[in-house]
């Protein structure tokens, strides 16, 4: 097996030569022979164990193990503690998921303060059959079915090749002792299910079961592969990309034979899940959206729109007072004292500072806002006629900002200045209002 390893690190993963390794350890099977491994090839290596305390005792009793462990073998060890049942309550995730966030969270950390480069976790062949088969059995796209990947960024898996029993079997012939986690015997969770029950009868059914699926999921990988490829050229003719917005053109996408396919392929690392709600949004009418976590992919003719959810500043107002030179946020607005104006610009307006009514406020438009349009005096027009006058698309719409002093609009900014604060023959104080 030792030799093995070697083949598939020359292979694979050339790079980890004169690297510094953290070897995550539970004090399992697993974990103890990938230590004792790599105890004998010639790399710098530490261990780090997470004592998640949802056992009890045993936790500790995995933590001394793994302790005792790097002591007789001369290995650095590094253990943290959490309270994993706590932090999965705080923030409302599976005890599953708040073990394994927590876990590569520390892991990221230790990479950094100690000056290590990799993380090197035990997964195996069997870990692969049982994580297919689970995604297989919650519904899944190709990338559920590709299997754990043999390197996701700082994170490597080098025993990836190897079958929990050609593990078990170098334990045995080495002496090697372990600890055996007695979650694993329970069939409360879907994994051991699968381990206990259904792989035992696929390799029962087929005796080279763990050949053919490893052929099998190499095949995928390639499909995987070639699908990406095929995105990503596809992508640059449908999708353009202006700062956090990404505009997928329709009439293009619907050229597509199944077009829901590119969908999925480019959101899914959006965090959406109603996939049926994004595909009908391609017929919906204007104004209908589809709402991730952080993401939102609005309709707006034939155009869809994604967008960064933008909680903070939908309600909120800012107040600018007199003195007030610099605005920063939301926007960058400069206000200067000059002598004399020059055109005003959808950047730049002119206002008789005396007609204010301080403090400003700056906030987005809402439904009913009217003000006088800069050169029709007398006469009011709806904020929203303007956005219909001006094309605008839902977006932008969204976007725009409204200055106001009391209960008059000074400006819309980037588009109209009201007519009510205009300079004339009796301004004495003019204010230049800037958009940077």
Sequence with gaps: MLDRLKNNIAQNFPFLENKKLFLATSGGLDSIV???????????????HCNFQLRG???????????????????????????????AKDYKLSTQVAARDLRYNWFYELLETEKFDYILTAHHADDNIETFLINLSRGTGLEGLVG????????????????????????????????????NISDKYLRNKIRHDLVPLLKELNPHFLTS????????????AMVEDASIMVYQQVVKQEEDAFYFDLNQLKKLPNYSSYLYQWLRDFGFSA???????????????????????????????????????????????EEFQDVNVPLNLSFEKVDAIFIPTIRTIFVDQEKLEFPLVLRRWNDGDNFQPFGMEGKSKKVSKLF??????????????????GTKIVWIIGLRQDERFKVDNNTSNILKIELQ
Excluded at 58 to 85: H, L, R
Excluded at 164 to 175: F, L, S
Aim: glycine letters at 2%; a negative charge; aromatic letters at 12%.
């Design 388 to 405: 219909k006058d001006e094309k605008l698309s839902l977006l932008e719409k969204e976007n725009i900002w409204v200055l106001w002093s």
């Design 275 to 321: 996939w049926e709600d994004i595909y009908n949004l391609v017929e919906s009418q204007s104004g209908k959206q589809v709402l991730s976590a952080e993401f939102r992919l609005l309709k707006d003719r034939e155009t869809l729109i994604l967008t960064p959810i933008d909680l903070d500043n939908d309600q909120q107002e800012y107040f600018i007072e």
């Design 57 to 87: 005792m045993e936790s500790f009793g995995d933590q001394n193990f793994v302790q005792d462990f790097a002591v007789a073998n001369d290995i650095p060890v590094f253990i943290t503690q959490f309270d994993t049942e706590a932090f």
């Design 34 to 48: 990938m230590a004792h491994l790599f105890k004998q090839l010639d790399f710098t290596i530490a261990l780090a």
């Design 213 to 224: 699926f490893q052929k099998t999921q190499s095949h995928l990988q390639e499909s995987q």
């Design 148 to 183: 754990i990947p043999a390197q996701n960024d700082k994170i490597i898996r080098p025993l990836l090749p190897f079958s929990r029993d050609e593990i078990a079997n170098y334990a045995h012939e080495n002496k090697i002792e372990w600890r055996e986690d007695s979650s």
